[in-house]
């Protein structure tokens, strides 16, 4: 089975690893190997494959640019897969298209991504997770103001990228039979707690209370996920442990 790939980084890379596991023949695109799904015509450049994985991404929290990137990306990918007669894997995030969570230009822009990937994909799974252990460090990097970085007071199940991965990689093998698939981590923490318990942060960590409706969201679980979804381990402190060899869990829950 050929397997695209779209986007790059640590989510990609997960992918690409999980799908080897199960013996796939995997091309990983993003504007790193040349391909930008913006600009590029995604039916040559992934020609071939059986399955497409859109796990593209934009660091924004402004609901135009976010929803600009995400449509056009699953607009070109979507597209493609059709064309190609492959199925179409769809990365996103449990919960970003309720309704109390659209205040968050980035989730407006996944709902909207989400949508139209079920209007032009005949082929479609969409693979929803909740914030990966992962993301308390790109939190970090993408919330830097000079020499600190904005923590969003949010209460989620955070889960290991390689256990999305590993699922996704399942879809992916398994062929489009389920439309949606939902996936979590064992445990409840706060953005907080994780950041805390971060070995080397490298910058000074400040709680970010978000204001408004939004924020009481955030705060009281609107990220959590229903009590349906796959739970996958390991808990945070075990992969944190492993991952990062020393870590301070004495504040976790
Ligand atoms: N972070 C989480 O906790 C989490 C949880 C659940 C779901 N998700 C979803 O998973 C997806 C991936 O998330 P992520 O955090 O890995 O995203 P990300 O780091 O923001 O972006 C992933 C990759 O997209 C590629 N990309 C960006 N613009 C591109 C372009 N114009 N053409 C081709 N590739 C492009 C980039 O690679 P290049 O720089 O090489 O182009 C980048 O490494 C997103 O849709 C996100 O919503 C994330």
Avoid at 14 to 32: F, M, N, P
Avoid at 144 to 170: E, Q
């Amino acid at each position: 089975m050929r397997v695209a790939v779209v986007g790059g980084g640590v989510s990609g890379a997960a992918i690409v690893r999980a799908l080897r596991v199960h013996g796939c023949e995997v091309a990983q695109h993003s504007r790193a190997t040349g391909f930008d799904v913006l600009r590029d015509d995604a039916v040559s450049a992934l020609a071939g494959a059986d399955v497409v994985v859109e796990a593209t991404g934009v660091a924004t929290t402004s609901s135009r640019r976010a929803t600009d990137f995400f449509t056009r990306s699953t607009r070109s990918l979507g597209a493609a897969a059709g064309q190609l007669g492959a199925h179409h894997v769809l990365l996103s995030i449990v919960n970003c298209t309720h309704s109390e969570v659209q205040g968050y230009g980035y989730f407006a822009g996944k709902t909207a991504q989400e949508r139209l990937a079920r209007q032009i994909s005949p082929r479609l799974t969409i693979v929803r997770s909740t914030q990966w252990f992962e993301f308390a460090r790109q939190n970090l990097r993408r919330m830097a103001v000079g020499p600190f970085a904005l923590v969003p007071a949010m209460t989620i199940a955070p889960i290991a990228l390689d256990a999305v991965a590993t699922a996704l990689a399942d879809v992916a093998v398994a062929g489009p039979e389920a439309p949606e698939i939902e996936l979590a981590g064992p445990e409840t923490l706060t953005l907080w707690e994780m950041t805390q318990a971060l070995p080397e942060r490298g910058t000074v960590p400040v709680p970010l209370p978000v204001p408004g409706s939004l924020g009481r969201a955030f705060r009281r679980g609107a990220l959590l996920p229903a009590a349906d979804v796959r739970v996958r381990g390991p808990r945070f402190a075990d992969w944190l442990a492993r991952v990062e060899g020393t870590a301070d869990s004495s504040t976790l829950g």
